[in-house]
């Protein structure tokens, strides 16, 4: 959980080739990072007519076990099923 909630784009990509993320898990991607003001609608998706992307604010906020997202490449990534 070292990046749950924070942006883990230097660390992923020195391990993982850059088509990872489309080829084996493109279902966890919920959004963009975007500047502050993004409304999230229930359950984390970006809420309808809301700002573009997702604040840093809000994915902080996602930072544990049984709800963990992270930032890599500038996408917001839900990763919470993947440390089930």
Known sequence: LTFAGKDATEEFNMIHPPDIIGKYA?????GSLGGGGGAVAA???PA????PGIPMTE???HNSKTD???VVDGQVLDVTSFLS
């Open 59 to 61: 994915v902080a906020k």
């Open 68 to 70: 963990c997202w992270v």
């Open 26 to 30: 493109p279902d966890s991607v919920i």
């Open 43 to 45: 359950g984390g998706a």
């Open 48 to 51: 309808a007519g809301g700002a």
